[in-house]
């Protein structure tokens, strides 16, 4: 006796089908909330003018933002030379030192966890902590600096030294970072390279170079691009340790965006100045990934 098969509508496909889509709608609805709806209003805003400090004037405006911006605005222009030029002393020098104390605290010596534990503790501190730590220690008066012989000026308050403390304050914030990553990195390099490297008679500045760097690679490109945005978008420490100042001399893109757009009330401006910022560093890191081959095969 045959037995009647069942068959699923016409034009109803199998509920199997769409179970994959169903399972990652969740996750679709999060990003569409928290990522594509905040890009999706800046975009908005920064065709239009809308300033509450003058709503009468509130309107489509084109890409008059953008007119004023490149034309009529120097300090975009010093804002965002200022940016550039933090952003790369910041993640060159991280870069640098966190290697060195990842080589370090990769040895073997007596220790070693207190060390890991010390080097890697300024990390778990917030930025606007950290600038009450170094607001302390840059005070003319009770800072460190009285004690190392240097004269009691406000070296935060000085457009010649300023740079200079920002930077280190925020070294000793971001340095160890690069120290985790590139530690991780190091544990994952065969010691049976460099095992065969001292047998072919290379030394340490070989090994470093022909075994450690290479497996490096991928590590380092992913931790400079990441500080790389993380820096560019730096507000919370230079605001609370300058405020921008003095003289406008630190301030970055981002902080002056945050002026137009909270502290004026300029929101259609701010939103221009949010939208440039955000296809330069676009720009920027697809040509950086671009450039480094970043997960390409090394012996390609």
Not at 25 to 33: C, F, G, Q
């Amino acid at each position: 006796m045959a037995v009647a098969r069942t068959t699923p509508a016409r034009g109803r496909p199998p509920v199997r089908r769409w179970a994959p889509y169903l399972l990652i709608s969740p996750t679709v609805l999060l990003i569409a909330v928290f990522l594509v709806y905040p890009i999706g209003s800046v975009l908005y805003y920064s065709l239009r003018h809308h300033n509450l400090t003058q709503p009468w004037a509130d309107g489509f405006a084109g890409l008059e933002n953008f007119r004023r911006m490149l034309t009529e605005d120097p300090l975009f222009w010093s804002s965002l030379g200022f940016t550039a030029k933090w952003v790369v002393v910041e993640t060159g020098l991280q870069l640098v030192l966190g290697l060195a104390l990842a080589l370090i605290v990769n040895e073997s010596f007596i220790g070693r966890a207190l060390a890991r534990s010390l080097v890697f503790s300024p990390w778990a501190v917030s930025g606007v902590l950290t600038t009450g730590i170094w607001i302390l220690l840059y005070n003319p008066t009770t800072g460190i600096l009285r004690y190392l012989g240097a004269p009691e000026t406000a070296v935060l308050g000085n457009p010649h030294t300023v740079f200079g403390a920002v930077v280190v304050t925020e070294l000793w914030r971001g340095v160890p970072f690069f120290a985790i990553l590139l530690l991780a990195g190091l544990q994952g390099v065969p010691g049976e390279l460099y095992e065969a490297a001292a047998v072919d008679g290379a030394g340490r500045v070989r090994r470093f170079l022909h075994v450690t760097l290479p497996h490096l690679r991928d590590a380092i490109v992913l931790a400079t691009l990441l500080r790389s945005v993380w820096e560019f978008n730096n507000v919370d420490l230079i605001y609370t340790l300058t405020g921008g100042g003095p003289a406008q001399v630190t301030t970055t893109l981002p902080l002056y965006v945050a002026q137009r757009a909270i502290d004026s009330k300029d929101f259609g401006y701010g939103s221009a100045l949010t939208t440039a910022g955000f296809l330069i560093l676009l720009f920027c890191s697809l040509l950086y990934l671009r450039l480094s081959r970043f997960g390409a095969d090394r012996n390609g």
